[in-house]
């Protein structure tokens, strides 16, 4: 026992051990089941270029744009925080109450410290992740007008405080999403439809990000004092809103893609038929709200060009992601694989050449959807 | 002689390097109940997801009336009735929603009068405008049942379909399902652990080890052990299993 400092021996820290040990187990299990070790070299390979390109490319504009902001900057971060934390509180209070360690003999407080652990976790990962891109863009001197310290401090005070607000806001209503109400036709014996199929990307977006829990948050953020004018601050919180919208919206999209084609494969629809169904109202959506978008990103300063260009590369990514994740509709390790390549090549190319990625991306996954039916 | 709606031969499957399914060789004919017995991770249910086209087989075909599933999905699948497990029903639809879906996968003009009849024996329809994680497990594997039987399919593939559900409600399917046998309409291929429904119901059965087809009953021996001892199904598995 020596060097362990009398903690092996603790029978709190003991009974905590359980809980961290099947923490860890869970994660390396789960990522040992789904990735093998050239994989996760890919990936990693993969994650450092984004992150390069990102520093590269993107950094100094962002970093000048939100060291303009600096109090705007913390209450975004401050809200996404908010935002993870109160889903994470959620769903991992319910797993330790409900799951299958639930009937353990555990003191509430061994629980409460995990679900706090596991809580805090996805924001303050985003917050390393920020600080490494911001001491990354300052060693490779791409950026050097010192503005870089403040921006960390103003993301960190706003993880810190998104995590404390998010904790302590009230919990999102449990299970089941809306009313039935407004889904119901009454009309049962009509004339059958895939509507139902092509609304459910758009339902799963609404369970995933309530518009009341982000409506609770933005009430907080608006009584806080910012740095720019009113106007500014809300055309700030807008155009972060919408973007995680876009951004939970293409996820839904690759969960129902999944979901859907395991539940409707034994049935003889068409592929075509049924990634039309999942795609349609996602496609809209994505046009409209990006092409939003990019006209606030305008207004609040951003470079008309380097503006249209995001929004094109978002574009690109959706439409290379949501044909991939159809055409893998197992959630397989390929699928995965080739999401990350496909959004490192297309990032690469719009940083070679702007207004080439969409293109690129739309005869990728025209070709790829037409292979996929034709099989 | 009729030709078999259901044809398996020399099928192998596995998941990645495990092999679950080895030279399975089967038919089934219209007319039949046929019930597939077998211990936990025998292969039961990865037999019927090959049938059902969920996985791919290794090696081996699956001609569901006359059409391959794996060259020709669409074709074997007009044929196919398949009963999900209910855990992967989709949440955030409605009862409603997923019938029209698969009648429209079906290219049906409306939900088969003869399933919403089936919805109200089984006293789902007032469920039927909730989401489905909102069921139980019970009114789960009721709606698993119905969109298996949308369209009027052949060949009905139900695992386990009988679990969870309340003692009325399974005499209900089990004779909805005789009634459609009967007629000469459908087979019913069924994985289940409950001996008491195979000798009740089955015309044949067949008991799957090892990813194997160890033994198979004909009608005349399960009538004989229905009629006789109904115990000697139960003994005659433990034979097989301890003997292979």
């Given at each position: 026992?020596r060097?362990t400092?009398?903690?092996?021996?603790?029978p709190?820290w003991?009974?905590?051990?359980?809980?961290?040990r099947?923490?860890?187990?869970?994660?390396?299990?789960?990522?040992?089941?789904?990735?093998s070790?050239?994989?996760?070299?890919?990936?990693?390979?993969?994650?450092?270029?984004?992150?390069?390109?990102?520093?590269?490319?993107w950094?100094?504009?962002?970093?000048s744009?939100?060291?303009?902001?600096?109090?705007?900057?913390?209450?975004?971060l401050?809200?996404?925080s908010?935002?993870?934390?109160n889903?994470?509180?959620?769903?991992?209070?319910e797993?330790?109450?409900?799951?299958?360690?639930?009937?353990?003999?555990l003191?509430?407080?061994?629980?409460?410290?995990?679900v706090a652990?596991r809580?805090?976790?996805?924001?303050?990962?985003?917050l390393?992740?920020?600080t490494?891109?911001?001491?990354?863009?300052?060693?490779?001197?791409?950026?050097?007008?010192?503005?870089?310290?403040?921006?960390?401090?103003?993301?960190?005070?706003?993880?810190?405080?998104?995590?404390?607000?998010?904790?302590?806001?009230?919990?999102?209503?449990?299970?089941?999403?809306?009313?039935a109400?407004?889904?119901?036709h009454?009309?049962?014996?009509g004339?059958p439809?895939?509507?139902?199929?092509?609304?459910w990307?758009i339902?799963?977006?609404?369970?995933?990000?309530?518009?009341?829990s982000?409506?609770?948050?933005?009430?907080?953020?608006?009584?806080?004092p910012?740095?720019?004018?009113?106007?500014a601050?809300v055309?700030?919180?807008?155009?972060?809103?919408?973007?995680?919208?876009?951004?939970?919206?293409l996820?839904?999209?690759?969960?129902?893609a999944?979901?859907?084609?395991?539940?409707?494969?034994?049935?003889?629809?068409?592929?075509?038929?049924?990634?039309?169904?999942?795609?349609?109202?996602?496609?809209?959506?994505?046009?409209?709200?990006?092409?939003?978008?990019?006209g606030?990103?305008?207004?609040?300063?951003?470079?008309?060009?380097?503006a249209?260009?995001l929004a094109?590369?978002?574009?690109?990514?959706?439409?290379?992601?949501?044909?991939?994740?159809?055409?893998?509709?197992?959630?397989?390790t390929?699928m995965?694989?080739?999401?990350l390549?496909?959004?490192?090549c297309?990032t690469?190319?719009?940083?070679?050449?702007?207004?080439?990625a969409?293109?690129?991306?739309?005869?990728?996954?025209?070709?790829?959807?037409?292979?996929?039916a034709?099989? | 002689?009729?030709?078999?709606?259901l044809?398996?031969?020399?099928l192998?499957a596995?998941?990645?390097?495990?092999?679950?399914?080895?030279?399975?060789?089967l038919?089934?004919?219209?007319g039949?109940?046929?019930?597939?017995l077998?211990?936990?991770?025998s292969?039961?249910?990865?037999?019927?997801?090959?049938?059902?086209?969920?996985?791919?087989p290794?090696?081996?075909?699956?001609?569901?009336?006359?059409?391959?599933?794996?060259r020709?999905p669409?074709?074997?699948?007009?044929?196919?009735?398949?009963?999900?497990p209910?855990?992967r029903l989709?949440?955030?639809?409605?009862?409603?929603?997923?019938?029209e879906i698969?009648?429209?996968?079906?290219?049906l003009?409306?939900?088969d009068?003869e399933?919403?009849d089936?919805?109200?024996d089984?006293r789902?329809?007032p469920?039927?405008?909730?989401?489905?994680?909102?069921?139980?497990?019970?009114?789960?594997?009721?709606?698993?049942?119905?969109?298996?039987?949308?369209?009027?399919?052949s060949?009905?593939v139900?695992?386990?379909?009988?679990?969870?559900?309340d003692?009325?409600?399974?005499?209900?399917?089990?004779?909805h399902?005789q009634?459609?046998?009967?007629?000469?309409?459908?087979?019913?291929?069924?994985?289940?652990?409950?001996?008491?429904?195979?000798?009740?119901?089955?015309?044949r059965?067949?008991?799957?080890?090892?990813?194997?087809?160890a033994r198979?009953?004909?009608?005349v021996?399960?009538d004989?052990m229905?009629?006789g001892?109904p115990?000697?199904?139960?003994?005659?598995?433990?034979?097989?299993?301890s003997?292979?």
């Amino acid at each position: 026992m020596r060097g362990t400092f009398g903690l092996q021996r603790n029978p709190a820290w003991l009974r905590r051990r359980v809980l961290l040990r099947a923490w860890r187990l869970e994660s390396v299990n789960r990522i040992r089941a789904r990735y093998s070790s050239w994989q996760l070299a890919t990936a990693l390979l993969g994650v450092t270029g984004v992150l390069a390109w990102l520093v590269t490319y993107w950094g100094p504009s962002f970093v000048s744009l939100a060291g303009r902001h600096l109090i705007s900057t913390g209450i975004v971060l401050a809200l996404q925080s908010a935002l993870l934390t109160n889903h994470g509180r959620k769903k991992w209070t319910e797993y330790y109450s409900q799951g299958w360690l639930a009937t353990l003999p555990l003191d509430r407080q061994d629980c409460k410290t995990l679900v706090a652990l596991r809580t805090c976790w996805p924001p303050t990962a985003v917050l390393i992740v920020i600080t490494v891109v911001l001491l990354a863009a300052v060693l490779s001197a791409r950026i050097t007008d010192g503005t870089v310290f403040p921006v960390a401090a103003s993301c960190a005070v706003g993880t810190c405080g998104g995590i404390l607000m998010g904790w302590w806001l009230p919990q999102r209503d449990p299970a089941i999403p809306l009313p039935a109400s407004s889904l119901v036709h009454g009309r049962l014996g009509g004339m059958p439809a895939l509507a139902a199929l092509s609304g459910w990307p758009i339902l799963q977006t609404k369970v995933w990000l309530r518009p009341r829990s982000i409506a609770r948050l933005m009430l907080v953020a608006l009584g806080l004092p910012m740095d720019v004018s009113g106007n500014a601050a809300v055309a700030i919180l807008w155009t972060f809103i919408v973007g995680l919208y876009l951004v939970v919206l293409l996820r839904a999209t690759i969960e129902v893609a999944g979901q859907g084609a395991n539940w409707l494969r034994p049935t003889p629809l068409s592929f075509a038929r049924f990634a039309w169904a999942v795609l349609r109202y996602p496609i809209l959506k994505q046009l409209l709200w990006s092409g939003l978008t990019t006209g606030m990103l305008v207004a609040l300063g951003m470079n008309p060009f380097e503006a249209l260009s995001l929004a094109e590369l978002w574009l690109a990514i959706f439409a290379a992601v949501s044909s991939i994740a159809l055409v893998h509709a197992h959630g397989s390790t390929q699928m995965r694989l080739k999401i990350l390549v496909s959004i490192c090549c297309l990032t690469a190319i719009e940083t070679v050449k702007h207004h080439i990625a969409l293109p690129c991306a739309l005869v990728f996954s025209g070709w790829q959807l037409n292979r996929a039916a034709r099989s | 002689m009729t030709e078999p709606l259901l044809q398996i031969s020399k099928l192998s499957a596995g998941y990645g390097i495990r092999r679950v399914l080895h030279g399975i060789d089967l038919e089934i004919s219209r007319g039949e109940w046929f019930s597939l017995l077998g211990p936990n991770g025998s292969g039961k249910s990865t037999l019927l997801r090959c049938v059902s086209g969920q996985v791919t087989p290794t090696s081996g075909t699956v001609l569901i009336g006359g059409a391959c599933v794996s060259r020709a999905p669409r074709d074997a699948k007009r044929l196919l009735g398949y009963a999900h497990p209910p855990e992967r029903l989709p949440g955030l639809l409605t009862g409603e929603q997923c019938l029209e879906i698969y009648a429209a996968a079906h290219d049906l003009p409306a939900i088969d009068p003869e399933v919403l009849d089936l919805a109200e024996d089984f006293r789902l329809r007032p469920f039927l405008n909730q989401f489905v994680d909102s069921y139980s497990l019970g009114t789960r594997q009721k709606l698993s049942a119905l969109l298996a039987l949308l369209g009027n399919p052949s060949l009905i593939v139900f695992d386990e379909a009988f679990n969870g559900l309340d003692p009325a409600s399974s005499l209900v399917l089990k004779h909805h399902l005789q009634e459609r046998i009967h007629s000469g309409r459908c087979a019913v291929l069924l994985a289940t652990h409950a001996l008491d429904t195979v000798l009740s119901y089955s015309s044949r059965a067949a008991l799957l080890l090892d990813g194997g087809l160890a033994r198979t009953w004909s009608q005349v021996e399960l009538d004989s052990m229905r009629t006789g001892n109904p115990g000697a199904l139960e003994v005659a598995m433990a034979q097989v299993a301890s003997a292979s």
